[in-house]
C-alpha cells in the first residue's frame, strides 16, 4: 500500500514537471527589456516621441486621406458653372447693325455612378488595402526600431563595463610609468627603457578617451532614436545578468512559424496585399473600354437679352434627369497596354511573394541556430568568468597570507575585468538574437503596443 502511494505521488510528481516544461517551451524568450524594466519604459516612450514614429504617423495619415479619395468614387458628386459674358452680335436679319448682348448661362448637376463593371468598388478596396499597408509599414517600423534601440541600450553597458577595465588598466599604466620614471631618475634603469612605459600609458589614456566618445555617441544615438534623454552614464546598468538557454521555447517557435501556410508577418502581410492591389487593378484595366452607366440630375439655364430693346429676350431654363452612357470605344491600343502591364505587375508580385516566404524561412531557422551557437559562446565566456573571479579571490588571499604581491592581484583582476567585458558580450550577442528571432517570427512582444483607432 506504501508502495503505491509512493508510485502515484512520484507519477503526478513526473507530470507537474512535464505540464511545467511545456508551458515553459511555449512561452516567449527574455527580451532585454525583461531583464531591464528602465528599457521597457524606454520603449513605451519611444512609440510616442520617436522621430521615427512621428514620421511614420504621418504616412498613416496620408494613408487616411486617400482612402478618403479612393471612396469618393461611390458617392455621388456635385458640380456646376455660371458664366456671364457681355458679346456683341451681328445678326442676319439686321445687316449693318452690332447688337450689345447680355448672356447668362449656368448650370448645377449632380451625378451618381450607377454602373462601372466594379470599377468604382475596386478602388475602393485598394484605398482600404493601402491604408492597411501603412498600418504594417507602421508595425514593422517600430519592430525595427525596438530591435535598435534595444541594441544600442544593451551597447552602453558593454561600454562602461569596457570604461571600468580600460580606467584600471590606465591606472596600472600611469603607475607603472611613475615608478620607471623613479627607478630612471635613480639611474637604475636606462631612458630608453622608460620609452615603451610612456607610450602604453598614452595608448591607456587613448582607450580610455575612445570609449568616452563612443558612450557619449551611443547615448546621442539613443536620443535621437527615442526623442527623449538617454540616461546617464551611472543610470546605466553596471552588469547583465547571466542568462539562460532553453531549447524547447525556441523549437516551438520555429515548429509553430514553420506550419504556417502563409505565415503572418507585417512584411509578408504587405507583399500578401499588394497582390491583392494587382489583381484589382487587373480587373480595373480590363474593364477600361467598356461603356459606363450614370445617374444625373440638374438645373441648367440659357438666357440672352439685347440691350436695343430689352423686351427682346431669349431664355431656357431646363430641369433634367436621366442616365449618361460613356463609352470609349478606341483608346489607340492603351488599354491593351495597361491590362497586360498589370498582369504582369500582379505575376511578378506573387513571384515576389513566394521568394519572400522561401527566404523567410531559411532566415528563422537559422536564427534559431544562432541562438544555439550564441548560448554556447555565452556558457564559455561564463565558465572563464567564473574562473578568473575564482582566481582573483585565490590571489587576493594569497596576498593575505604574504605569498603574493600586489602586482599579482592587479594581474588577477586586470584578467577578471577582461573576463567581465567578455561575459557581458556574450550575453549582449545572445539576448539580441532572442530578438532578432522573435522580430523575423512576429512574436515580438513590442508590438503588442501598437494600436490603431
Known amino acids: ?20 516544461s511545456l508551458g515553459r517551451a511555449d512561452e516567449l524568450p527574455r527580451m532585454p527589456e525583461d531583464v531591464f524594466p528602465q528599457l521597457e519604459a524606454i520603449l513605451d516612450e519611444a512609440l510616442k516621441q520617436s522621430p521615427r514614429m512621428l514620421l511614420q504617423q504621418l504616412s498613416l495619415d496620408a494613408a487616411s486621406g486617400a482612402l478618403t479619395q479612393a471612396k469618393a468614387g461611390l458617392y455621388p458628386s456635385i458640380g456646376g458653372y455660371y458664366n456671364q459674358t457681355e458679346t456683341k452680335d451681328k445678326r442676319e436679319d439686321r445687316p449693318g447693325q452690332t447688337l450689345d448682348t447680355s448672356k447668362t448661362y449656368y448650370n448645377v448637376s449632380l451625378t451618381q455612378p450607377v454602373f462601372h463593371w466594379g470599377e468604382r468598388r475596386n478602388n475602393a478596396r485598394i484605398g482600404e488595402i493601402r491604408e492597411q499597408i501603412a498600418e504594417k509599414k507602421y508595425e ?47 639611474k637604475l634603469i636606462s631612458e630608453g627603457a622608460v620609452f615603451p ?22 547615448q546621442q544615438h539613443l536620443e535621437a532614436l527615442t526623442g527623449q534623454p538617454a540616461p546617464s552614464l551611472e543610470d546605466i546598468p553596471d552588469e547583465i545578468p547571466a542568462q539562460a538557454y532553453y531549447k524547447p521555447t525556441y523549437d516551438n517557435l520555429l515548429s509553430d512559424f514553420m ?29 477600361r473600354l467598356l461603356p459606363k452607366l450614370n445617374f444625373i440630375v440638374g438645373l441648367s439655364q440659357d438666357e440672352q437679352s439685347y440691350t436695343i430693346n430689352n423686351a427682346q429676350k431669349y431664355g431656357v431654363q431646363s430641369k433634367y434627369v436621366g442616365v449618361t452612357v460613356n463609352w470609349q470605344i478606341f483608346d489607340g491600343f492603351a488599354a491593351r497596354g495597361a491590362v497586360r502591364s498589370a498582369l504582369a505587375s500582379k505575376r511578378q508580385s506573387e513571384q515576389s511573394y513566394r521568394m519572400a516566404v522561401d527566404n523567410l524561412q531559411r ?37 593575505k597570507r604574504g605569498n603574493a604581491s600586489e ?18 558580450n556574450s550575453r549582449i550577442n545572445f539576448l539580441m538574437k532572442q530578438v532578432e528571432f522573435v522580430s523575423q517570427i512576429a512574436r515580438d512582444p513590442a508590438m503588442d503596443k501598437v494600436t490603431f483607432e
Open 140 to 186: 514593422e517600423a517600430y519592430r525595427s526600431l525596438a530591435s535598435e534601440i534595444r541594441g544600442v541600450y544593451l551597447n552602453l553597458i558593454s561600454i562602461k563595463n569596457q570604461l571600468v577595465n580600460s580606467e584600471f588598466a590606465l591606472k596600472q599604466a600611469n603607475e607603472a610609468l611613475r615608478s620607471g620614471e623613479e627607478r630612471a631618475a635613480q
Open 1 to 20: 500500500m506504501k508502495s503505491s502511494a509512493q508510485n502515484y505521488l512520484t507519477a503526478l510528481f513526473v507530470g507537474m514537471v512535464a505540464v511545467a
Open 407 to 424: 602586482a599579482d592581484v592587479n594581474q588577477a583582476l586586470a584578467n577578471y575585468y577582461s573576463a567581465r567585458v567578455s561575459a557581458i
Open 363 to 399: 532566415t528563422v531557422q537559422n536564427a534559431a541556430r544562432n541562438i544555439a551557437l550564441a548560448s554556447h559562446q555565452m556558457a564559455i565566456s561564463d565558465k572563464l568568468l567564473e574562473n578568473s573571479l575564482a582566481y582573483l579571490n585565490f590571489r587576493q588571499e594569497d596576498f
Open 259 to 287: 506550419g504556417q501556410r502563409d505565415p503572418q508577418t507585417p512584411t509578408l502581410d504587405v507583399l500578401r496585399q499588394q497582390i491583392e492591389i494587382d489583381q484589382l487593378t487587373y480587373k480595373n484595366q480590363r474593364k
Open 197 to 218: 612605459l610612456r607610450i602604453s600609458a598614452e595608448q591607456a589614456a587613448l582607450n580610455v578617451a575612445t570609449l568616452e566618445s563612443s558612450f557619449l555617441y551611443s
